[in-house]
């Protein structure tokens, strides 16, 4: 059976603000789910339904493993929960953090001792067992919050932006060893964040969120590639509009035909996109376009440059960092046709 079946759960604030518009959403059993979307989209309020920490609208119903638990207190559903900012409890060890969900459990103390020695070695903490929390650095805290969380082999396992407060080399570090976590241990997981990369490397799918809604759900290559919206393309990664009269030029009927339209979507006006990385320096002959250079970036593994005279709006390419190209020097341009992504218009 599904894990975790979010059924037409909306939320309205005492307040009279609107979070979420009904959401349905099914999490399969190992696999973890990024929520993506901006501040302020809803994510944290659906995490906290799927925990128990707050109750959808009338009319939403929360399944776990086909069981109706929208009314069932978080002590009771057995989620393993992980914040951006430590939960932990700062006059306890480590030790006791992490054994702390077990004893509240019950569960005997030799099993208690076995399993807090097992989670310190996998996050790398057995050295600091008996340190106090307050002593422990930004990322060491992490660690034993997700530590704490695992322990008590949580049937889901709920994480809020858990790296945000991290610096960035940090972060992606740990993003690895929680990638590795999830996976090795197949927990069933749904890790909320607004930073498109975490949610590329640590997402089975990704649910982009926008609004209060599902903007559209889908492996991380498909948000990337075919992007249901002008919204998740933007989201996802930079993006170029292909200026309108360019069109024929860059793309035969076919090539526009294969574009990526996701399934289901209504035929109507649509805008054209294309990635960076999707357009290349080409010989004149070749060339879809000329552009002249606006400005260039040198950014180690690339050479990002703004173009302009191609339509309203600056093109971004991306090429490799070789000779520097001069400000106002015209560069031909040829857009990989395969590569255009088709929008509704909006
Ligand atoms: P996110 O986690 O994506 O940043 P949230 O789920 O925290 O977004 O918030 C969604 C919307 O609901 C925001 O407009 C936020 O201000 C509002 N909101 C969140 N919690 C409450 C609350 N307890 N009372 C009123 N409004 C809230
Ligand atoms: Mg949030």
């Given at each position: 059976s599904i894990p975790v079946s979010v059924h037409a759960c909306a939320k309205t604030f005492?307040?009279?603000?609107?979070?979420?518009d009904p959401i349905d959403l099914q999490i399969e059993a190992g696999e973890t789910i990024a929520l993506l979307g901006?501040?302020?989209?809803g994510k944290t309020t659906l995490l906290r339904l799927i925990a128990g920490l707050e109750v959808p609208d009338p009319g939403g119903r929360i399944l776990y493993d086909g069981e109706?638990?929208?009314?069932?207190a978080i002590e009771r559903r057995n989620v393993g929960m992980v914040f951006q900012s430590y939960a932990l409890f700062p006059n306890m060890t480590v030790r006791e953090n992490v054994a702390y969900g077990l004893k509240v459990r019950r569960t005997a103390a030799r099993e208690v001792r076995r399993r807090v020695d097992h989670m310190l070695e996998m996050m790398h903490i057995d050295e600091l067992g008996h340190r106090r929390v307050d002593q422990l650095s930004g990322g060491q805290r992490q660690r034993v919050a997700l530590a704490r969380a695992i322990a008590v082999r949580p049937r889901v396992l709920l994480l809020d932006e858990p790296l945000t407060a991290l610096d960035a080399l940090l972060r992606e570090r740990l993003r690895g060893e929680i990638n590795g976590l999830l996976r090795g241990l197949g927990i069933t997981a749904i890790y909320v964040t607004h930073d498109r990369s975490e949610a590329m490397a640590l997402g089975d799918r990704i649910v982009v969120m926008n609004r209060g809604r599902i903007a559209q759900v889908g492996a991380p290559r498909d948000i990337y590639h075919r992007p249901a919206s002008a919204f998740v393309a933007d989201f996802a990664g930079t993006v170029n509009r292909l200026p309108a009269h360019l069109l024929a030029h860059c793309a035969d009927a076919r090539d526009a035909e294969r574009?990526?339209?996701?399934?289901?979507?209504?035929?109507g006006p649509s805008d054209f996109l294309f990635r960076p990385e999707d357009a290349d320096i080409v010989p004149r002959e070749d060339a879809h376009f000329i552009a002249r250079v606006h400005a260039s970036s040198f950014l180690g593994d690339r050479t990002r440059l703004m173009l302009e005279g191609v339509g309203d709006e600056l093109l971004v390419i991306d090429c490799r960092p070789r000779h520097s190209l001069e400000i106002g020097a015209e560069i031909p341009i040829r857009i990989r046709p395969e590569s255009l992504m088709r929008v509704p218009t909006e």
């Open positions: 005492a307040d009279g603000t609107r979070a979420l901006p501040s302020g989209c109706d638990v929208t009314r069932l574009a990526s339209l996701p399934p289901g979507e209504p035929s």
